[in-house]
């Protein structure tokens, strides 16, 4: 089946430590997208990437990083730097800019 | 500037319509759509609309979109207990980063 996989589902970062978050898609699209999301709000955007090797900043990219070496595969990692990282964090993708997006189930990302 | 809001709450009996409203600032929206969060899980998508239209329906959903007063809504007919869930609006923008901009979701309340 077709589909975005994130993984791990549950993922706990010590002080100090970066934690890197998987991205796969083999739904063949070029855009993929990092999102998080705290309790009872919306979605936030961290990062977009709209084609390979290419990558741009959302509203909340402080704290994190990406890359996109590969069309299917999109790993978010957050740093240090993030002071407050615990949310719920989801990867989307789509064929283009300004087409639907498809997500998949979400990392829960907590503080030991 | 952006801002997509939606009412936080709504409590419909089984069997009801369910009416979730959304309304949004930018007028540059090009699609505006719906989707569905259960707890713990991803964003499935359930339907969308482009701002060129006024409805659109499919199956049990019906959309509508009032773009002078930038108002959409989602009308669930037959409401059932499996649609309990989080329900966000969002919206892509013409110019710009054509990345989506999600309301905070409205909790939709199923009762048998």
């Known amino acids: 089946d077709g589909g975005i996989t994130q993984s791990p589902k549950y993922l706990f970062r010590k002080e100090g430590q970066n934690v890197t978050l998987s991205c796969e898609q083999n739904?063949?699209?070029?855009?993929m997208y990092w999102y998080r999301q705290d309790p009872g709000q919306g979605l936030r955007l961290i990062y977009y990437s709209q084609i390979v090797n290419d990558f741009q900043k959302g509203d909340i990219a402080e704290g994190y990083s990406v890359s996109r070496e590969k069309k299917e595969s999109f790993p978010l990692t957050v740093t240090s730097a993030q002071k407050n990282p615990t949310a719920f964090y989801l990867c989307a993708s789509s064929m283009g800019e300004g087409q639907p997006q498809h997500f998949g189930d979400g990392t829960r990302l907590s503080i030991l | 500037g952006e801002d997509v809001e939606q009412s936080l709450f709504l409590s419909v009996r089984e069997g009801d319509s369910s009416v979730i409203n959304c309304t949004y600032t930018?007028?540059?929206?090009?699609?505006l759509y719906w989707y569905k969060q259960e707890p713990g899980a991803g964003l499935q998508l359930l339907t969308y609309i482009f701002s060129n239209m006024d409805m659109k329906q499919d199956q049990r959903l019906t959309v509508l979109l009032n773009k002078k007063d930038k108002h959409l809504s989602l009308r669930i007919a037959d409401t059932q207990t499996g649609d309990s869930a989080i329900y966000f609006c969002?919206?892509?923008?013409?110019?710009?980063?054509?990345?989506?901009?999600f309301g905070s979701g409205t909790r939709l309340q199923v009762q048998p």
């Open positions: 969002a919206e892509i923008l013409d110019t710009g980063r054509r990345a989506l901009t």
């Open positions: 739904l063949n699209h070029d855009a």
């Open positions: 930018d007028s540059s929206s090009t699609y």
